[in-house]
């Protein structure tokens, strides 16, 4: 059941079109991810949905509710983390996790909250001693206060370092297992990959490609390569072997170094047919196609966040 539907949305300023009739929509229990490089309207059509920023045109439904129409019963039932979040650096832990309970009618419990997202021992410290994954977490907590339905996390791992980042990935997917729908703003490549069901791919105003990271990654007909070790006792030169195989378009050697190119699923030939003829190698690695290999053939321009 879809809980989230966008359809035509455009947002202008001024003479500028910032969105251009963006639609999509979101099922109940999946991350779905808006992802795309900054600037292309990502944030913009989060705010919209949220009933943060009134749209030009279009319709939104979160929930069944309109979000500028029944903004107020919208807010009791989702739970917003911004891309740009601040908090007073002397406020305490406990002190604004309680202020934001105050909000609705029916919050979740801060102090299990506190425990669930690993910030007990934080409970008397102030925001501006916490570190970043600790503020994350925080702000997690802070957008499942009010008990929500749908959760929308922009940006959240902007700024950490990879441990944390990692960290932050595993409460993410806790949030969804919680039984919360997540819509997930990110200009992550791997994070996305890692996290999401599905995903628009957004470019300059516009969606361009909706669907799971794999099936978007599936439409991409790039080369990629595989490359391998020859052991000592491989008697055989497998470069004849294998550019005959389907997909293969080019294979070189450089000592006992191989290194074969191809498109498609080439790289199951490769294994299989060096498996076959018994040829013994080490160091075998597959350079997979990626999501920022999908959003270059999608958009005919390389992803720069």
């Known amino acids: 059941m879809a809980v989230i ?23 109940e229990g999946e991350i779905f991810g808006l992802l795309g490089p900054n600037g292309t309207g990502k944030t913009t059509t989060v705010e919209c949905v949220e009933g943060l ?9 979160v929930l069944g509710l309109d979000p500028i ?19 007073p650096d002397n406020i305490k832990v406990w002190e604004v996790l309680d202020l934001y309970a105050t909000f609705y009618a029916e919050p979740n419990d801060w102090r299990k909250l506190l425990e669930q997202w690993g910030l007990g021992d934080k409970r008397d410290a102030r925001f501006g001693k916490l570190s970043g ?9 802070l957008a499942l206060v009010g008990n929500p339905k749908v959760a929308f996390l922009d940006e959240l791992t902007s700024g950490l370092d ?17 039984g919360v729908t997540v819509v997930l703003v990110s200009h992550f490549m791997d994070e996305v990959e890692e996290l999401c069901d599905r995903v628009a791919v957004f470019d300059r105003g516009g969606i361009v490609a909706t669907g799971s990271p794999a099936e978007l990654i599936d439409e991409v007909d790039a080369e990629h390569q595989v490359r391998f070790t020859l052991m000592a006792g491989a008697a055989d030169d497998p470069v004849a072997l294998l550019s005959g195989l ?48 999908a959003f270059t053939t999608l958009t005919g321009r390389s992803f720069h966040p």
Request: charged residues 25%; aromatic residues 4%.
């Open 5 to 27: 539907d966008v359809a035509g949305l455009t947002k202008r300023y001024g003479g500028h079109t910032v969105l251009n009739g963006v639609s999509f929509s979101v099922e």
């Open 53 to 61: 920023r009134r749209p030009d045109s279009g319709t939104i439904r």
């Open 69 to 87: 129409g029944d903004g107020r019963a919208l807010r009791e039932r989702i739970g917003v983390q911004l891309q740009h979040t601040e908090l």
């Open 133 to 141: 994954g600790q503020k994350q977490r925080l702000f997690i907590a």
């Open 162 to 178: 990879p441990q944390a980042r990692r960290a932050t990935w595993e409460l993410i997917k806790q949030v969804r297992a919680s």
């Open 246 to 293: 389907p997909g293969v378009s080019g294979v070189t050697r450089d000592g006992d170094r191989v290194s074969v190119t191809g498109r498609g699923d080439f790289a199951t030939a490769v294994t299989s047919a060096l498996a076959r003829n018994l040829i013994p190698v080490a160091n075998l690695r597959i350079d997979k196609r990626t999501l920022d290999d």
